[in-house]
């Protein structure tokens, strides 16, 4: 039987095949073409054209804050995510595990699984991200303590605890990635005067972006129109500059972290004291931010292996071991 994992993701879809590991790491983004609403292209190609179409053209990203926003579109991409995969199957339908928020609701869930089975799955399960996460990141979580998982991706970050199993407590805010590139843009506008892209904001996040500031700054320069001339223009930042920008996006997300400590109970709240809070997902790479929720929270707070990837290789362990994992699959079809 053939079975595929995806990780659904706001910013990026990653898709894996249990014995190969990791075959596509793609952005969540579809180029249609409005003329005569055909699907031009998916994944990377898309990304490469947004802020650079023409009018005939709309880049959509299909998926909003971790939720299918354009049901249509998120079944082509998910078509192509999985016929790409389907090189290797030929003509037997697969089976797909899907990840979902945890705060997913049901008309949510039947959109997946649509979407799924209309883009050729046999059957579809659908796992919450942050226990796929914890999964992924090698906590026991059938084990009758407590481990706490907070997952920052490009739309969402979701907070869990998870003991024998099952979520226990979990909150989730509407925060990620992208929000952190936004106020990046925001920052630059309103302190340099300057026009700039999301996808200079997410280069200058990821190259010298940092959660806490720090006394030797790094620095990049980044060009831009100037909004007083209408001119291109290259300025310096430096990444205390980035701190400033998304400390209060960052708040936001240590305040989530703070609200499931206090719906937890003691006995499990003590064993999250002495194991941490585990990070995953894309925002776990950004600089010093186990240091910051550390410092904020007084939990020690680490970054688990490889975070990116998390979620994915959790939908592997899963698919591989369904039986084990059964009270964690919701839906089949």
Same mark, same amino acid.
């Given at each position: 039987?053939?079975?595929?994992?995806?990780?659904?993701?706001?910013?990026?879809?990653?898709?894996?095949?249990?014995?190969?590991?990791?075959?596509?790491?793609?952005?969540s983004?579809v180029?249609?073409?409005?003329?005569?609403?055909?699907?031009?292209?998916?994944?990377?190609?898309?990304?490469?054209m947004?802020?650079?179409?023409?009018?005939?053209?709309? &880049?959509?990203?299909?998926?909003?804050?971790?939720?299918?926003?354009d049901?249509?579109?998120?079944?082509?991409?998910?078509?192509?995510?999985?016929?790409?995969?389907?090189?290797?199957?030929?003509?037997?339908?697969?089976?797909?595990?899907?990840?979902?928020?945890?705060? &997913?609701?049901?008309?949510?869930?039947?959109?997946?699984? $649509?979407?799924?089975?209309?883009?050729?799955?046999?059957?579809?399960?659908?796992?919450? $991200?942050?226990?796929?996460?914890?999964?992924?990141?090698?906590?026991?979580?059938?084990?009758?303590?407590?481990?706490m998982?907070?997952?920052?991706?490009?739309?969402?970050?979701?907070?869990?605890?998870?003991?024998?199993?099952?979520?226990?407590?979990?909150?989730? &805010?509407?925060?990620?990635?992208?929000?952190?590139?936004?106020?990046?843009?925001?920052?630059?506008?309103?302190?340099?005067?300057?026009?700039?892209?999301?996808?200079?904001?997410?280069?200058?996040?990821?190259?010298?972006?940092?959660?806490?500031?720090?006394?030797?700054?790094e620095?990049?320069?980044?060009?831009?129109?100037?909004?007083?001339?209408?001119?291109?223009?290259?300025?310096?930042?430096?990444?205390?500059?980035?701190?400033?920008?998304?400390?209060?996006?960052?708040?936001?997300?240590?305040?989530?972290?703070?609200?499931?400590?206090?719906?937890?109970?003691?006995?499990?709240?003590?064993?999250?004291?002495?194991?941490?809070?585990?990070?995953?997902?894309?925002?776990?790479?950004?600089?010093?931010?186990?240091?910051?929720?550390?410092?904020?929270?007084?939990?020690?707070?680490?970054?688990?292996?490889?975070?990116?990837?998390?979620?994915?290789?959790?939908?592997?362990?899963?698919?591989?071991?369904?039986?084990?994992y059964?009270?964690?699959?919701?839906?089949?079809?």
């Amino acid at each position: 039987m053939k079975k595929i994992g995806i990780d659904l993701g706001t910013t990026n879809t990653v898709v894996f095949l249990p014995k190969k590991g990791i075959i596509l790491n793609e952005p969540s983004v579809v180029a249609i073409s409005i003329l005569d609403n055909k699907i031009l292209s998916v994944g990377n190609l898309a990304k490469e054209m947004i802020g650079r179409t023409p009018d005939s053209i709309i &880049v959509s990203r299909p998926m909003v804050d971790g939720a299918i926003a354009d049901y249509r579109v998120t079944g082509a991409m998910l078509k192509y995510f999985i016929k790409k995969a389907g090189g290797f199957f030929g003509l037997v339908k697969p089976e797909v595990l899907i990840s979902v928020p945890a705060g &997913v609701t049901s008309t949510e869930r039947r959109a997946v699984i $649509e979407a799924a089975l209309n883009a050729g799955a046999k059957a579809v399960y659908l796992v919450k $991200e942050p226990v796929l996460a914890a999964i992924g990141a090698k906590i026991p979580i059938n084990s009758p303590s407590g481990n706490m998982i907070l997952n920052i991706g490009g739309g969402t970050t979701e907070i869990a605890v998870i003991s024998l199993g099952g979520i226990v407590s979990w909150e989730s &805010v509407r925060i990620g990635g992208n929000k952190l590139d936004l106020a990046i843009v925001e920052y630059i506008k309103k302190k340099h005067g300057l026009a700039i892209g999301e996808r200079t904001a997410e280069l200058i996040k990821i190259s010298i972006g940092t959660a806490m500031k720090e006394a030797s700054e790094e620095k990049i320069n980044i060009r831009g129109r100037d909004l007083a001339t209408g001119f291109p223009k290259t300025i310096e930042i430096t990444s205390n500059e980035v701190t400033e920008a998304i400390t209060e996006h960052l708040r936001e997300v240590v305040q989530i972290i703070k609200s499931v400590l206090e719906r937890t109970p003691p006995e499990l709240c003590s064993d999250i004291m002495d194991k941490g809070i585990h990070i995953s997902g894309g925002g776990a790479l950004l600089k010093n931010i186990d240091k910051l929720i550390t410092k904020v929270t007084g939990v020690p707070a680490q970054i688990a292996d490889d975070p990116l990837f998390c979620v994915a290789r959790g939908t592997g362990i899963v698919l591989e071991n369904l039986d084990t994992y059964k009270r964690n699959v919701l839906a089949k079809r």
